[in-house]
């Protein structure tokens, strides 16, 4: 979240539901398991 709110965030952190951004986050979950890292990713960002 934090990552999507510098880098694009006008476009899509308005504080509504994005599709987008939920389909980043399922992208860097899957990431971070393939990585082997400990631990959820913080879903609080841009589309919650």
Avoid: M, P
């Amino acid at each position: 979240g934090a990552s999507t709110r510098a880098i694009n965030g006008a476009n899509e952190c308005t504080g509504e539901f994005n599709a987008v951004a939920q389909k980043r986050f399922l992208i860097y979950s899957t990431v971070r398991k393939a990585f082997g890292l400990e631990g959820e990713g913080d879903e609080r960002g841009c589309y919650n």
